[in-house]
Nanobody, 123 residues
Framework: VQLQASGGGRVQTGDSLRLFCAAS????????MAWFRQAPGKEREFVAA????????HYSDSVKGRFKISRGDARYTMYLQMNSLKPEDTAVYYC?????????????????WGQGTQVTVSS
């Protein structure tokens, strides 16, 4: 399974960005997908996850109300709409996929990872 993330960039505080991720290869219609991020010197942390159907989403407290995860029209794609961006959102954002076990907010649950896309928010 290959995951490709895109859409990162450099923006100012309060701006918006939309990230995109597409999975290919030996994909599954049961894949849950998620976004994680890693800032310099910090551990990779959970941002948001979405089930295969798109019917259930989860968010970290730090992005709840500002970010929205959604499934794309094409199979095995997803978006992360990021609004009201803050400097503390600066990180490399990774998309990930897994056949879900019920836990969606732990990076250790995910089997497949994309290469990451840089998001930089300046004050």
């Amino acid at each position: 399974v290959q995951l490709q993330a895109s859409g990162g960039g450099r923006v100012q505080t309060g701006d918006s960005l939309r990230l995109f991720c597409a999975a290919s290869g030996r994909t599954s219609s049961r894949f849950a997908m998620a976004w994680f991020r890693q800032a310099p010197g910090k551990e990779r942390e959970f941002v948001a996850a979405i089930t295969a159907s798109g019917g259930t989403t989860h968010y970290s407290d730090s992005v709840k109300g500002r970010f929205k995860i959604s499934r794309g029209d094409a199979r095995y794609t997803m978006y992360l709409q990021m609004n009201s961006l803050k400097p503390e959102d600066t990180a490399v954002y990774y998309c990930a996929a897994v056949l879900p076990t019920g836990i969606l907010d732990s990076l250790y649950e995910y089997d497949y990872w994309g290469q990451g896309t840089q998001v930089t928010v300046s004050s």
